[in-house]
């Protein structure tokens, strides 16, 4: 049988949970194949009862659903419901982040850990900061909630974009009003009998996905720095080695900070500490899964135990006693192989419960409390691990230095992005692809990202990264000063004079605003547009509703991007068009699906060197 992984330490646990009998996400695919064909070309609707219809791509059967729409419609309203729920999932998440900032000096959990990037975010959102930080930390948030509105006509951090970028979203009518303005909207115009030209309902895609990009995630990312301290370069380890037989080890996994750095500090706790002590534990070891994993790596050093496709084979090495989630990319798989373990898993969210979980509700107010709960009770599970079926693969954690933010690359270069941009101008960096998403049991696990990232940076492209892709390049080795030695000459130079990794690790799926924030800055300082920068995005093993959302905010910001799984667009011609090809006249980037990761490469190399010839560099 072919490997699932790339991965030693994944495909070591695969073939024990195998051998336990426990069936995988791979086993489930296979059990699932063929799928529907009509739902992989976007082809089959379901949105009213007249239906559910489909229409059939070879010509002969039904050209229209019962009420007359046919695939071009059919296709680009899927598309924007997968658009709308991932742009709510990021923003969502935002929210949350800003309800917290809302009540800072009123709960004990949370306070500012960054004033100067308090400060700096109020200010640009015209709040006087001459007062208390809790008092700017609330009108913040009470701001940040406007952008979540319909009273507004621009969402704020739309500003930060370079202003050719802003007049020519202007042009396009796709300026994002309200965060969750855009998401209702889609709602609305996928409805039976509303937006039934498919380019309307394509630019309305791109509008909410601006509304992520430079709204919900951003503010995701902005007030998670503010809460929990801005990232800086430290170094950390990943793999499934980061777990310790003879320690309890709490897995903290999904996306929002909130919940995990709580636990974070609740691990420290003195009294727990001895407890788990008494238990026979000699200590409580916390590892990262998928982004909340990111999230304390990048501000905490945190090790990660994997990503996506590892939720499932983290419980089989016998040792996890608690696996803590709040939302998004959890399997709910994840509680059936619990079960064979002694395992549990925790919930925390009103938003995310699941069946055979055990549920821990946080709020800002009891997170103190119900932290110290959820290390107790891996302390108190740590006593039932049956010792047959522990097995910690036998590999050495990979080091990575992670926690690059905008903010730390500024440092790192001097405080001006000037050496990066001389860099850049004269060729030693050729350019700059965000590499990021998910991974999808569909590609062999980690393959596609690592073989894009080593050819990229071999060929003088510096990487960035985030979420599970984040996850596959450190794995790989890539994120460790040492890794220079995998880069082209130039690129080495620049990455040995810096002592920096050719792969710069920026943090979770939201942290892709980071990006955006990076690609604007530079456009900016060159007195370009984006879309003229040296640059492109790939989601090479992308599985999530929120990836799409990311690929459609980067491609109307001038991106090219690149995505490695087919989209759900096949069944029409003109969607299909639209997004790899016509899409370019308006917003200067597109989509163009590669699943070979070398040919990827290719492509992108040829896009950076064909707008570096235009550039005059
Ligand atoms: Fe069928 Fe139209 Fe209803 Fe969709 S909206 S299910 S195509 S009748
Ligand atoms: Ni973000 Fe994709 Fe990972 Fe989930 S955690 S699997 S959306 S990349
Ligand atoms: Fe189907």
Not at 84 to 108: I, N, Q
Not at 589 to 605: S, T, Y
Request: charge should be negative; include cysteine; aromatic fraction near 4%.
């Amino acid at each position: 049988m072919e490997e699932h992984s790339v991965h030693v330490d994944a495909n070591a646990m695969i073939k024990k949970l195998k051998e336990e009998g426990i069936l995988l996400v791979w086993d489930r695919l296979k059990e699932q194949e063929p799928q529907c064909g009509y739902c992989s070309l976007g082809l089959s609707c379901r949105n009213c009862a007249m239906g559910p219809c489909r229409i059939d791509p070879f010509g002969e059967g039904p050209q229209k659903g019962v009420c007359g729409a046919d695939a071009d419609v059919i296709v680009a309203r899927n598309l924007a419901r997968a658009v709308a729920s991932g742009a709510a999932s990021h923003s969502d998440h935002g929210r949350d982040l800003v309800e917290v900032l809302a009540r800072v000096g009123k709960v004990k959990a949370y306070s500012v850990k960054d004033a100067e990037k308090l400060k700096k975010v109020a200010q640009e959102y015209g709040i006087n900061t001459n007062k208390s930080v809790e008092e700017i930390a609330f009108e913040l948030a009470e701001a940040m909630l406007e952008d979540f509105g319909s009273k507004k006509e621009k969402i704020q951090f739309v500003n930060r974009a370079p202003k050719k970028r802003i007049e020519l979203w202007e042009k396009l009518g796709i300026i994002p009003r309200g965060i969750d303005r855009e998401v209702v909207e889609i709602m609305h115009r996928t409805h039976m009998g509303v937006d039934n030209d498919p380019v309307n309902i394509l630019l309305q895609c791109l509008r909410t996905a601006l509304a992520d990009g430079f709204g919900g995630s951003m503010i995701a990312t902005e007030v998670s720095d503010i809460l929990f301290g801005t990232p800086e370069p430290k170094m950390s380890e990943i793999n499934l080695a980061t777990l310790k037989e003879n320690e309890v080890n709490i897995v903290l996994h999904g996306h929002n900070p909130i919940v995990s750095d709580a636990i974070v500090e609740a691990a420290s706790d003195e009294e727990l500490l001895k407890l788990a002590k008494e238990y026979g534990a000699e200590g409580i070891n916390l590892a990262g899964l998928c982004c909340t994993g990111n999230e304390v790596l990048m501000r905490k050093g945190i090790p990660m135990a994997g990503n996506h496709l590892i939720q499932e084979l983290v419980i089989g090495t016998g040792v996890v006693d608690v696996i803590v989630v709040d939302y998004q990319c959890i399997m709910p798989a994840i509680v059936d192989v619990a079960k064979c373990y002694h395992t549990e898993v925790v919930t925390t969210s009103p938003k995310a419960k699941f069946k055979g979980a055990i549920h821990i509700e946080f709020t800002p107010e009891n997170a103190h409390e119900k932290a110290k709960e959820v290390v107790k009770l891996a302390i108190e599970r740590f006593r039932e691990r049956k010792a047959e079926l522990v097995k910690i693969p036998n590999v050495k954690p990979n080091k990575l230095m992670t926690g690059f933010s905008v903010e730390a690359i500024l440092k790192v270069l001097g405080g001006t992005l000037q050496p990066l941009i001389d860099a850049i101008k004269n060729g030693s960096i050729r350019g700059v692809v965000g590499s990021v998403g998910c991974n999808n049991p569909k590609v062999k696990q980690d393959y596609s990202h690592i073989t894009l990232a080593k050819r990229l940076i071999e060929n003088d492209v510096l990487v960035v990264d985030t979420g599970c892709a984040a996850v596959a390049d450190a794995k790989a080795g890539l994120k460790v000063p040492e890794a220079a030695e995998l880069a082209g000459e130039e690129l080495r130079k620049v990455c040995e004079s810096l002592g920096i990794p050719p792969v710069l690790h920026f943090g979770s799926c939201v942290d892709n605003s980071r990006i955006l924030v990076a690609l604007s800055a530079l456009a900016n300082e060159l007195g370009v547009d984006i879309s003229d920068l040296p640059a492109a995005g790939a989601a090479m093993e992308w599985y999530s509703e929120k990836a799409i959302a990311i690929g459609a905010y980067f491609v109307a910001s001038g991106l090219l991007v690149v995505l490695g799984v087919p989209p759900p667009i096949y069944g029409s011609k003109l969607v299909l068009d639209v997004l790899t090809s016509k899409v370019e006249e308006l917003t200067g980037g597109k989509f163009v699906v590669e699943p070979d990761p070398e040919k990827a490469a290719e492509i992108i190399i040829k896009h950076i060197e064909d707008k570096r010839r235009k550039l005059g560099i």
